[in-house]
């Protein structure tokens, strides 16, 4: 049923003028063949999923879609939750929707199958005749489906909401601002209900806020969020942006709200970063609202027939385990012919022009390793993501797409507008002090004070120096050991 689908034409423009639903219906036949049939449109030209005038209506900034098919779709992925706000699996449900968390709990693999809309492609039991140790193991993925992609984003904005009908409020579903999604991020990575698939918590928050802040964009658009195309160099400009001013209110858990203290960090490398970009012509567009996992080798992002189909899901590809240079790759769109954008994440602490140069050189590499004769021009991207100090200038961004290759650098500031790098900061693994208190039986061998990390805080650093200092007075040695005679 979904190949029939696949094979029925995309609606023109003129066929698509006034329709409010054309993205979603152009990429939705790419999903699930359910949905795919449900935005056909019948012999009156309507959908059972629809989003016209009739069922979106805007009162005082916010934005309200009633129609009983995409509540219900909502209230699956939501895994029927009454107060999702609350609840971690349903959060973890439409996160896991656009970004792919990795590795779940059992728990969550059992409501999120049982009740949403993940799909189990491993399972074995344990207590095996054969292997009567080994642990039981299943496995889930969130396939590409612009649909529940869609819903996922809208529910991702504080003024969207779905309900079943106009005439009652009872069953609505309201969003959450972006923050909230960035804090519940790593509180399920926090209590072990997902472990990252690939890298390390810090790509997922990264990919996370790419999505977010091309969220912006389309909210800008229409705050229905039903128009997924936008402009590339507005979206990159956004990537680099701190909180205006570092004067802007993020709300906290307990309902409080601070001030948001303005970074010093990047007063060096970050003060050279270009908050607004002309790298890329007004006419190139990307498209994507979901990251989905590849695991093929097959390096067919070069390939355009493989990049149109990306950019027709609104998806983009995190790329197989230990491929060389790159994390994820996106599609975007130059007077209809696409390119690869290739991206490489980076969570570091400390970082200077020169790290991201040679990720940058990296990535050359593996275009001449790889890229067949003749294939599209490129984006490279290296983003860097929870630094706390940064040295030196920032790469500038090199070539003129389309006709050569781009490579750009963006360092995400410290105050970004979701709350990310503070979201990275926080889930340090072990501590500065735990680090140097599980050190010290080395300290006495030790003779520069290089040795302590370059981003310690002033306390942190005070006690590394006394540490390292102890042992010139042999202060711990006379403590705990009794002196000979």
Not at 174 to 191: C, H, I, Q, T
Request: aromatic share 10%; charged share 25%.
């Amino acid at each position: 049923m979904g190949f029939q689908h696949l094979r029925k034409p995309i609606p023109s423009s003129q066929d698509a003028k006034g329709d409010e639903l054309y993205d979603i219906a152009k990429c939705g036949r790419f999903g699930r063949p359910l949905f795919a049939a449900m935005l056909q449109p019948d012999q009156d030209c309507k959908r059972m999923l629809e989003l016209t005038s009739d069922a979106a209506k805007e009162t005082e900034g916010k934005f309200k879609i009633c129609n009983v098919p995409l509540r219900s779709i909502l209230g699956r992925i939501l895994l029927s939750s009454e107060d999702y706000s609350k609840d971690k699996n349903a959060v973890a449900s439409v996160l896991a929707t656009r970004v792919q968390l990795g590795i779940a709990s059992f728990d969550f693999i059992t409501k999120s199958t049982a009740k949403g809309y993940a799909m189990l492609v491993d399972f074995r039991g344990g207590e095996h005749k054969q292997h009567p140790d080994a642990f039981g193991i299943a496995g889930i993925t969130f396939p590409p489906d612009p649909v529940c992609a869609a819903l996922a984003m809208g529910v991702m904005q504080e003024s969207w909401s779905v309900c079943s009908s106009t005439s009652s409020d009872t069953d609505v579903i309201n969003g959450k601002e972006a923050s909230f999604w960035v804090r519940k991020a790593g509180l399920v990575f926090d209590r072990g209900l997902f472990l990252p698939d690939r890298g390390d918590a810090g790509e997922v928050l990264a990919t996370l806020y790419m999505l977010l802040c091309g969220d912006v964009l389309r909210h800008q658009k229409d705050g229905f969020m039903r128009k997924f195309e936008i402009d590339c160099d507005a979206w990159i400009s956004l990537l680099r942006q701190e909180k205006e001013n570092g004067e802007e209110k993020e709300k906290e858990n307990n309902g409080e709200e601070k001030k948001l203290r303005t970074c010093p960090r990047i007063a060096k490398l970050g003060s050279q970063q270009k908050t607004t970009s002309s790298t890329f012509p007004q006419a190139v567009r990307l498209n994507f609202i979901q990251v989905c996992r590849n695991y093929f080798r097959s390096q067919a992002w070069f390939n355009e027939d493989y990049l149109r189909f990306l950019y027709d899901t609104a998806c983009a590809n995190y790329v197989y385990a230990n491929c060389p240079a790159i994390d994820l790759v996106f599609p975007v769109k130059y007077n209809d012919k696409f390119h690869p954008a290739l991206v490489s994440v980076k969570c570091w602490d400390t970082i200077g022009g020169v790290d991201m140069q040679n990720a940058l050189e990296a990535m050359k590499k593996y275009l001449a390793d790889y890229r067949p004769d003749g294939a599209a021009k490129a984006i490279c991207m290296v983003v860097v993501v929870g630094f706390r100090k940064a040295y030196g200038v920032i790469p500038e961004d090199q070539g003129q797409f389309p006709t050569e290759d781009t490579f750009i650098t963006v360092a995400v500031p410290e105050s970004d507008k979701f709350g990310v790098s503070d979201a990275i900061s926080k889930r340090a693994t072990v501590s500065r002090r735990a680090e140097m208190l599980a050190s010290h039986s080395f300290a006495h061998v030790e003779n520069l004070e290089c040795a302590l990390r370059s981003n310690l805080d002033s306390a942190d650093l005070d006690f590394g120096k006394n540490l390292l200092k102890d042992k010139e007075k042999k202060v711990l040695t006379d403590k705990v050991l009794p002196k000979e005679g």
